[in-house]
Nanobody, 123 residues
Framework: QLQLVESGGGWVQPGGSLRLSCAAS????????IGWFRQAPGKGREGVSC????????IYADSVKGRFTISRDNAKNTVYLQMNNLKPEDTAVYYC????????????????WGQGTEVTVSS
């Protein structure tokens, strides 16, 4: 069964940084577009950033532009989300998933979700 595993979440103070990882153990991600999404308590799942299979095309939500960077290392079968200058409003469970349709960074176009990794930004 296709399933992704997210890691790297935790608690951090405002202005801090975290790097999230999205990996797959049983299959290769090298040919898939991958997206990072987040869901805060009481809110819907929103696209944070998405990356093409080659890494040559990326999409960012306006709220994270200039602070987050998505990248991938196909040799390690892993996609990363570097999050800098974190804000309390970034607090959420972060998920990665594989694009199955479309070309955007909308959750409806993605499938094979991981279990998520929780990020808490507070002082």
């Amino acid at each position: 069964q296709l399933q992704l595993v997210e890691s790297g979440g935790g608690w951090v103070q405002p202005g801090g940084s975290l790097r999230l990882s999205c990996a797959a153990s049983a299959f290769t991600l090298n040919y898939d577009d991958i997206g990072w999404f987040r869901q805060a308590p009481g809110k819907g799942r929103e696209g944070v950033s998405c990356i093409s299979s080659s890494g040559g095309s990326t999409i960012y939500a306006d709220s994270v532009k200039g602070r987050f960077t998505i990248s991938r290392d196909n040799a390690k079968n892993t996609v990363y989300l570097q999050m800098n200058n974190l804000k309390p409003e970034d607090t959420a469970v972060y998920y990665c998933a594989i694009r199955i349709d479309g070309r955007s960074c909308l959750a409806a176009e993605y499938h094979y979700w991981g279990q998520g990794t929780e990020v808490t930004v507070s002082s």
